[in-house]
Nanobody
Framework: QVQLTESGGALVQAGGSLRLSCGAS????????MGWFRQAPEKERELVAA????????YYADSVKGRFTISREYAKNTMYLHMNSLKPEDTAVYFC???????????????WGQGTQVTVSS
């Protein structure tokens, strides 16, 4: 019943910054947690950041710690991913996802967006 839509993907130079947004629609939207995933060509999908909708310390993959920041805005049902110091290896399709059970890498995410392309050039 819930739909997630990502936006903000673009072509950026290495060292640059980008902000991704994920908006949720649907009257039943009340997740426990939200997460950002990415998938590069011929690589497995990986969780890069996740946050509890009620607050608490967010989760970050080691590869993005110190560079990416996840946040959410309740009034707009929107989640953000601020990406700084981007590297070519950050190139991937980025997906947002919602979970009714929790957040972090061990949680099953049941609702997904369509993805937005991030390309980092060297």
């Amino acid at each position: 019943q819930v739909q997630l839509t990502e936006s903000g993907g673009a072509l950026v130079q290495a060292g640059g910054s980008l902000r991704l947004s994920c908006g949720a629609s649907g009257r039943t939207f009340s997740p426990y947690g939200m997460g950002w995933f990415r998938q590069a060509p011929e690589k497995e999908r990986e969780l890069v950041a996740a946050i509890s909708w009620r607050g608490g310390a967010p989760y970050y993959a080691d590869s993005v710690k110190g560079r990416f920041t996840i946040s959410r805005e309740y009034a707009k049902n929107t989640m953000y991913l601020h990406m700084n110091s981007l590297k070519p290896e950050d190139t991937a399709v980025y997906f947002c996802a919602a979970s009714d059970r929790g957040y972090g890498p061990s949680v099953l995410y049941g609702t997904w967006g369509q993805g937005t392309q991030v390309t980092v050039s060297s």
